[in-house]
């Protein structure tokens, strides 16, 4: 089974602020590896998929980027609703599909 | 856009048995593979089963092989999860999502939760 590490646990930062979130596997993963965004009480929504790209509708300031086993969520400038919990997922050639344990991106 | 709406949840006491189902709409259900995505309260998530549109391929997570069975109807657009022998580490909100290959979970339901406690 492949682990993803998230780092960091917690980010405080201010809206305006660049967010770098990070999701390292425990083996390569090639380009397939997923971002989604959960706020409380609320499913998880997709965000980025094939490490790099934005799924519909999700605003040009998500941006993803990585390969092999380490990989990097971006947020350009912080809007307020975007301080929630972010998850990465790994989606190589075989379940389980595991996910990363989260990065909780909390307003500083 | 897809919607998908879990029911089933409840209490149920350790050992006990319980079954989900979710309710898909807005897509064509019979072409899609399926997904049980589960989060313990207060926790991350864990992607439990996985089933393709035909039935020729299911997959569980170790933790529940042999407790849990994942099943769907494509003339109901729908799909199940038979839980049994339930155990307290079962509690959870359940998701049911939408599951592509090598992209990820694009629609998911708003989750059933489940507690198993006597």
């Known amino acids: 089974e492949i682990v993803l590490t998230q780092s960091p646990a917690t980010l405080s930062l201010s809206p305006g602020d660049r967010a770098t979130l990070s999701c390292r596997a425990s083996q390569s993963v090639s380009s397939f590896l997923a971002w989604y965004q959960q706020k409380p009480g609320q499913a998880p929504r997709l965000l980025i998929y094939d490490a790099s790209n934005r799924a519909t509708g999700i605003p040009a300031r998500f941006s993803g980027s990585g390969s092999g086993t380490d990989f990097t969520l971006t947020i350009s400038s912080l809007e307020p609703e975007d301080f929630a919990v972010y998850y990465c997922q790994q989606r190589s050639n075989w379940p389980p599909y595991t996910f990363g344990q989260g990065t909780k991106l909390e307003i500083k | 856009q897809g919607q998908l709406v879990e029911s089933g949840g409840g209490l149920v006491k350790p050992g006990g048995s319980l079954r989900l189902s979710c309710a898909a709409s807005g897509f064509t259900f019979s072409d899609y593979y399926m997904a049980w995505i589960r989060q313990a309260p207060g926790k991350g998530l864990e992607w439990v089963s996985y089933?393709?549109?035909?039935?020729?391929?299911?997959y569980y997570v170790d933790s529940v092989k042999g407790r849990f069975t994942i099943s769907r109807d494509n003339a109901k657009n729908s799909l199940y999860l038979q839980m049994n022998s339930l155990r307290a580490e079962d509690t959870a909100i359940y998701y049911c999502?939408?599951?592509?290959?090598?992209?990820?979970?694009?629609?998911w339901g708003q989750g059933t939760l489940v507690t198993v406690s006597s």
């Open positions: 089933i393709s549109p035909s039935d020729t391929t299911i």
């Open positions: 999502a939408r599951d592509r290959f090598y992209v990820g979970n694009d629609y």
